[in-house]
């Protein structure tokens, strides 16, 4: 068990003595690996040297910078690895990793607290020293007049102006709007009432003004960082693209948890595969990458691949569920699965609706006018699962209530608590709507046709019936259309299209984010040339810009035709 110090306590120490308490519960979480990889370096360093002067010779070697922000596993050992990893290839690394002076950041999420910068520097500067590297510190490119004028160019903003602040290219307005919603763990409907969204402004506008310098600076060929949708990670990345700067981002996702995705100038969590799945789409699937898929949905389904700790038992008798959510018996209701408004990879997510919350009261409007429509509105797990801090502070259920007030009986709200399976709930409905979720796909998997509100990696593919607002989606909905059963061909697309994302592009990495274990290298050869196959891949693609798929070579997908599940 690990032991909790009061965070108010902590909080009032010196930088210095939190630091040291820090280390202290990442020694009980057995993930603080900085001492044992300094020690390893050391005993090695003949080997990387040797290996390093070898490489650096050949040609095509390029300059890489690192922006370093995120302090938890996995993030420092799959920064600071690739970084190892591209050096120990002769190509020339530097970085810069965040020390102090943004109004907000990322640690303070959920508008707790944040700890003191000097804090997080020093965290950080420890793994920097295990992995041997002198990155230069955000507060270099920093002037003294930056915050003042920034702080001005906010201040004589209209708030009708701020969520199209530009600064040199870099939509900043859209940038902050972002994380406040991730700030509050929330939906925020009125961004320029909000306090906290001038200072996120005048955050995004530092991290431009001081990305531009540190880019003047280090002449970067590809600039590497976590996430790309982050405040940080995102302004680096709009710069460097303005500049023509190739940005390689990179993420977890959930499919596996020991997987990875990374991809070249957008961000990777949002699971960019258009150019890839031209190709996959006219690929028909082998038997074995059928069954292999069909697996891994199994146990998806059940959270067994990966366990999910917002999945509880589920109800799934279909004479259940319309017993408990009071369903009409002769008749299929409309089902709409709703997101966690705050996950960053659905925040500005929006087409033809505004936002999540849009779609959700046109809904709630279309069946209060239609009281022989049953509509259901699945809330996401995530909203009152796992932790108390990442709860949604603007759940949907109650939204819509305080939106619409008493609902009439043929409108059902479940909540992120309620056992009933999602996949059955989905079999009950005549037809199935969703905003940016992944069940959309897993529905197309199980033969029904899901209407898309938002912008999802799979619209647009063949299988789905994409929305482009509430006129169009009412107008259906009164028509009566429910024909979605898929044809052979359409889930046939679907399978490719789940295998391509499944399988080919997150890329699962045991060695950078262990399954079972703390990170521990047992040599650094393991990232050297021909130490890892897979790391080998992820590197090539990083320097020459080649897709990111098939890094960690799957089996054959693409000889013979499957036949429909």
């Known amino acids: 068990m690990t032991w909790r110090f ?100 990322e640690m303070n ?17 420890r793994y920097e020293d295990a992995f041997g590297f002198n990155f230069s510190r955000l507060t270099q490119f920093a002037s003294w ?14 708030d009708r102006d701020l969520e199209g602040l530009t600064v040199d290219t870099v939509n900043v307005g859209r940038l902050a709007r972002r994380e406040l919603q991730r700030y509050h763990r ?66 977890t996702e959930p499919t596996f948890s020991d997987g990875l995705v990374f991809s070249h100038d957008e961000a990777a969590v949002l699971i960019p595969l258009d150019e890839a799945w031209r190709q996959a789409s006219q690929q028909p699937l082998t038997c074995d990458a059928i069954q292999a898929l069909d697996e891994f949905l199994r146990g998806w389904e059940r959270s067994q691949t990966p366990p999910h700790p917002t ?12 017993s408990q959510l009071g369903l009409r018996s002769d008749a299929s209701p409309i089902v709409a699965f709703a997101n966690s408004v705050w996950d960053m990879a659905v925040v500005d997510r929006d087409l033809g609706f505004a936002n999540m919350f849009e779609w959700l009261f046109a809904l709630v409007e279309f069946a209060k006018r239609h009281p022989a429509i049953d509509l259901v509105v699945r809330a996401h797990p995530s909203e009152v699962n796992g932790s108390h801090d990442l709860h949604s502070r603007t759940p949907v259920g109650a939204e819509i209530v305080k939106r619409h007030g008493p609902l009439p009986g043929n409108i059902k709200l479940v909540d992120g608590l309620n056992p009933v399976d999602s996949y059955a709930l989905a079999a009950l409905a005549g037809v199935v709507l969703v905003y940016a979720s992944r069940i959309g796909l897993e529905v197309a998997l199980r033969g029904k046709q899901p209407w898309l509100a938002g912008e999802t990696t799979y619209r647009g593919k063949g299988f789905t019936r994409d929305l482009s607002g509430t006129r169009q989606m009412c107008d259906l909905l009164d028509a009566g259309v429910t024909d979605d059963v898929l044809s052979a061909d359409r889930i046939d697309l679907a399978q490719r299209f789940a ?49 990111f798929v098939d890094l960690a070579r799957p089996p054959p997908h693409c000889e013979s035709r499957s036949t429909s599940r």
């Open 499 to 547: 295998y391509l994302w499944f399988f080919r592009y997150v890329t699962r990495v045991p060695l950078l984010r262990p399954l079972t274990r703390p990170f521990a290298l047992r040599t650094f050869r393991a990232l050297g040339p021909g130490g890892d196959p897979t790391v080998d891949r992820i590197c090539t693609s990083i320097i020459t810009g080649a897709p």
């Open 145 to 158: 007049d930056d915050r003042l004028l920034a702080e001005q160019q906010v201040a004589g903003a209209a």
């Open 186 to 251: 929330g939906f925020v409907f009125e961004p320029s009432a909000d306090p906290a969204y001038r200072q996120w402004l005048v955050s995004a506008i530092l991290l431009v003004r001081w990305v531009s310098r540190l880019l003047d600076r280090e002449h970067p060929d590809v600039v590497l960082c976590a996430s790309g949708r982050t405040l940080s990670s995102a302004s680096l990345c709009a710069v460097a693209r303005s500049r023509d700067i190739r940005a390689v981002t990179w993420d």
């Open 311 to 322: 999945h509880h038992a589920t109800l799934d008798d279909h004479g259940a569920i319309r």
């Open 6 to 105: 009061p965070r108010q306590a902590i909080r009032s120490l010196p930088a210095p003595a939190q630091l040291l308490i820090k280390r202290g519960q990442a020694a009980l979480r057995q993930d603080d690996w900085a001492a044992s990889i300094k020690r390893l370096r050391l005993q090695e360093q003949d080997y990387l040297n040797g290996t390093r002067d070898q490489n650096a010779a050949r040609p095509g070697q390029r300059r890489v910078l690192f922006f370093v922000a995120q302090q938890t596993p996995p993030w420092l050992e799959v920064e600071y690895s690739l970084a190892a990893a591209l050096w120990l290839r002769g190509h020339d690394i530097c970085g810069t990793l965040c020390d102090g002076l943004l109004p907000l950041c």
């Open 109 to 125: 999420l959920g508008r707790t607290e944040r700890p003191p910068c000097d804090l997080c520097a020093g965290w950080l500067t």
